[in-house]
C-alpha cells in the first residue's frame, strides 16, 4: 500500500524566509503529483502538478521538485509572507487510468509570522 | 476562473438520516471524484466515477454510499443511513481528459463539512 509523508507536520517561520516542505512516497509508480493549499475549514487548491516525466516545476514563488527514484518531492517557497500561511498537501496519481485517484499525505502546516 | 462548487457548506443531521451532497463540477469535465477527511486526518479517496459509472472505489465507499448524475451539471454522493463516523469534509473533485494525462489535475470544491449527530 502506497504511504506518503510529510515532514515536518508543522512549520514556523518569520516572513521573508525561504522554506522547503518534503513529501515522501514509497512506490515509484507514479503518473504526476500535486501539490495543494487548505486554508482552515476550507477546500484545496492546487498549486502545482508534476509529471512523473518532469523534475521541477515553477509558479511565481513556488517551486516543486520530484524525484521518483528516492521517492521525493519537495515544494520550495521563496521570500515566505503571512498569507503563505495555510496547510500544504502533496498528493500522487498512479497510472492506473484516466480516473485514477490522488493518494494524498498528511500535510504540513505552514506559519509565516511577521 | 471555472470552479467546483458545493452545498451545501454545512450539514448537520440525525445518525441514521439519509443526505445527499450536491457538487457542480466543472462545466466540460468529463471525470468526477468524492474525498473526505475526518477532523484532523488525511484526504481519503472514496470514488471516481466516469461515463455515468463507478471507475474505481475505495474500501470506504460501502453499500450505504452512492453516487449520481443526474443530469448534466450536478454530481452528488448520498449516504443512506448516516454513522457517527461519516461526520467529515466531503470534498467534489473534477477533472478533463487532457491529451496528455499526466497532465491532469483534478480540481477541488471547498467542501461539504457533514456533522452526524
Known amino acids: 500500500k502506497q504511504e506518503v509523508t510529510q515532514i515536518p507536520a508543522a512549520l514556523s517561520v518569520p516572513e521573508g524566509e525561504n522554506l522547503v516542505l518534503n513529501c515522501s512516497f514509497t512506490?515509484?509508480?507514479?503518473?504526476?503529483l500535486q501539490w495543494f493549499r487548505q486554508d482552515p475549514g476550507k477546500g484545496l487548491t492546487s498549486l502545482l502538478l508534476i509529471q512523473s516525466s518532469q523534475r521541477e516545476q515553477t509558479s511565481g514563488r513556488l517551486n516543486a521538485s520530484l524525484d521518483k527514484s528516492s521517492g521525493r518531492s519537495t515544494l520550495y517557497i521563496a521570500a515566505s509572507q503571512p498569507g503563505d500561511s495555510a496547510t500544504y498537501l502533496c498528493a500522487f496519481r498512479r497510472d492506473t487510468g484516466t480516473a485514477s485517484k490522488l493518494t494524498f499525505g498528511t500535510g504540513t502546516r505552514l506559519q509565516v509570522t511577521l | 476562473e471555472p470552479e467546483v462548487t458545493q452545498t451545501p457548506s454545512h450539514q448537520v443531521t440525525q445518525m441514521g438520516q439519509e443526505v445527499i451532497l450536491r457538487c457542480v463540477p466543472i462545466s466540460n469535465h468529463l471525470y468526477f471524484y468524492w474525498y473526505r477527511q475526518i477532523l484532523g486526518q488525511k484526504v481519503e479517496f472514496l470514488v471516481s466515477?466516469?461515463?455515468?459509472?463507478?471507475?474505481?472505489k475505495s474500501e470506504i465507499f460501502d453499500d450505504q454510499f452512492s453516487v449520481e448524475r443526474p443530469d448534466g451539471s450536478n454530481f452528488t454522493l448520498k449516504i443512506r443511513s448516516t454513522k457517527l463516523e461519516d461526520s467529515a469534509m466531503y470534498f467534489c473533485?473534477?477533472?478533463?481528459?487532457?491529451?496528455?494525462?499526466?497532465?491532469?489535475?483534478?480540481?477541488f470544491g471547498a467542501g461539504t463539512r457533514l456533522s452526524v449527530l
Open positions: 512506490d515509484s509508480a507514479i503518473y504526476n
Open positions: 466515477f466516469y461515463n455515468n459509472e463507478i471507475s474505481e
Open positions: 473533485a473534477s477533472s478533463d481528459r487532457d491529451r496528455t494525462l499526466a497532465k491532469n489535475i483534478q480540481y
